[in-house]
DNA sequence: GTCTATATTTGGATAGAC
DNA sequence: GTCTATCCAAATATAGAC
């Protein structure tokens, strides 16, 4: 029992540091986010730190280590179904999408991205991977689904699906500037499902 | 004579401390391109920077001032020319879209503009001003004449403009995340001509 | 206008007592 | 596991000689 008293309390020490280290490196970036600074807020001295990390870059690799945790969710059985459907295929995608960006903690990660992304190289290849390929290819999965059944005009999946994330990303990029700012971010709101009525009506057949 | 020798000296100088400090800032970002590495790489002592420039802080916002010099240089006449063409505007507003992606200068201003957006406030407001309100008018005036004359289907000209510029954008990214890892961008190279053609097929009628 | 020298601060990291 | 004390390096900036 005092083991584990033991054990939980430097447990807890450890994801206290890690939840004020991300904040701060998502408010000043790797850099302006000093030990100290991180130290200061978890309230232990930097000394201290040591005992849960080797050193500043290993409690950075951790928080980055959440920027890519799960975006989506779809599965391949999912996607087919929707697939069929035309449309909702778009907006379930759309949906998702912005759910992710107003989400509090993905909008945290998505910042600590932006700021670090082209710092460190490993993010940038973990970037093209998780926020790119693997939409892409799930998007191309279900254009080409809705093609071979005379849902949308034909063209090629790949692109279809490029122009599909293109503005999603934009406007996601849009809301977290906005958002960083505390601007309001009405004028926004909508724009995801303009988007999927749009690009729904530039395929459809 | 001897006093113009000293008083464009002096101008020299300073003209290579803009250009070193950017190059720095480019790569390294505010925090990373430190005084020294400045004044080394310019071939003078730090305390020697502080005689052409209050403090850091000032050569950095000198620096900044050239991410949004000359982006486009359409006038109305021109847009409205175009416009009555159709898909040419298009491909002419891509194409300087392009140029810009792959030109060497305004490559770095973007890659600074990445690394320092989300630290500096003004620097996320002249982002959207001239990265994207002026595009969205410009764009905007295009789409509507457009509309006017049967050119394409009818729509809101903001959100088309929306759509299409978001995908330029992106590319954009793209290929400057690519070549900042010096990767290779063929896979990239048609993507704005294929953006337009997909475009174009999108909203014509 | 540049240099040497130096002040001052901040940041990352370690040693050793408790 | 945390603390105090301390080290060392790097960074911004200034003073004063040339």
Redesign the interface.
Known sequence: MSENTGILKASDTKLKIIKEASALFCE??Y??ASVRKIASKVGIRESALYNHFKNKEEIFLEVASGIFSNPFSFDADEIKENALRGKPFLNKFAMQYKLLTFDKNNESMF?LL??E???N?EL?EK??EEF?NKNIKMLSEGFFIMMQNGLI?S??PM??S??F???L???RL?VT?MR??ALSTNSLAT?FE??VD??W???KI
Do not use: P
Request: aromatic share 18%; charged share 25%; net charge positive.
């Open positions: 000043l970036g850099k302006g910042r932006l700021i992304l082209l710092q190289k940038r970037f093209t790119h005009r063209a090629d692109i279809i490029y122009e994330l293109s503005t990303f934009y406007i849009q500037l960083f700012d724009q303009k988007h749009f690009f009506d530039s395929i």
